[in-house]
């Protein structure tokens, strides 16, 4: 049909390759399986080797392409090794998505420089380190795309956001110096930006039912996100539907950041 046609045309990720840190949970799994049944070859990277053979088994028992790197974001080496492994997979990613994260919030007064340390490695090192590693590749082939998760506070500040904030703020701005850097040669650089999600990342909160519904009522959907939601958006940022869209912070939040 001339429909399924256009629709494949316009969103398909056939002979492309996608690599999505924190792909064996929450918003990652979400979106790398988005990726994968939409044609990409998807290398996960996570630390928990159950969860990315689950992943994987679950992808590619659907007939998708897949495979898993087990890895520790929290250093360079780390990070380092990672990239290099994922390659090995099905070659040089034409999409990365950083959603992998930690979520270290004690209150400002206790925010240890650990605690700093390691949230800043992870949640915002990494994501530059990776970019540098396949950015100017994507530059150069003339095509890419960057999709980090980032968070509500990136832009506001609530329920002790210390680190985590930081680190989210400083996410969105590394979306927009790479997508200043590399959109002129067929790269895109966008994050996607969350509101309360039920994933693990927020399970401290999820088990407050008070907190849940009060952050539910703060939405104009009247519910929570759940990480399916960032499917469809993944798809669109990772497709050359959205060739023109970049250095943008795109909200899936059920209108909670304007409400």
């Not at 159950?50 to 520790?72: H, I, M, P």
């Not at 040669?185 to 994933?199: K, S």
């Amino acid at each position: 049909m001339i429909s399924q046609a256009y629709l494949s045309q316009l969103f398909s990720l056939e002979n492309r390759v996608a690599l999505v840190t924190g792909g064996s949970s929450g918003i990652g799994r979400a979106v790398a399986g988005a990726l994968a049944r939409a044609g990409a070859s998807v290398v996960v990277v996570a630390r928990k080797e159950t969860e990315l053979a689950a992943t994987v088994d679950e992808l590619t028992a659907g007939g998708c392409r897949a495979a898993w790197v087990s890895a520790d974001l929290g250093t360079r080496d780390g990070v380092r090794a990672a990239a290099e492994e994922a390659v090995r997979a099905f070659g040089e990613p034409d999409i990365l998505v950083n959603s992998a994260g930690i979520n270290l919030r004690p209150p400002m007064g206790e925010l240890t420089e650990d605690v700093w340390d390691t949230t800043l490695a992870v949640n915002l090192e990494a994501p530059f380190l990776l970019g540098q590693r396949f950015g100017p590749g994507m530059a150069e082939r003339g095509f890419g795309r960057i999709i980090h998760i980032t968070s509500q506070q990136a832009h506001r500040a609530f329920v002790q956001s210390g680190a985590y904030g930081v680190s989210k703020g400083g996410l969105e701005s590394l979306a927009r110096s790479q997508a200043e850097a590399w959109s002129p040669y067929g790269v895109t650089c966008n994050t996607l930006v969350p509101g309360f999600v039920m994933t693990p990342l927020n399970a401290r909160l999820a088990n407050d039912p008070e907190k849940v519904e009060a952050l539910a009522a703060r939405t104009m959907t009247g519910r929570n996100g759940l990480a399916e939601d960032f499917e469809g958006a993944a798809v669109f940022l990772a497709s050359r539907a959205s060739a023109y869209v970049t250095g943008q912070s795109i909200f899936v939040d059920g209108g909670l950041s304007v409400h």
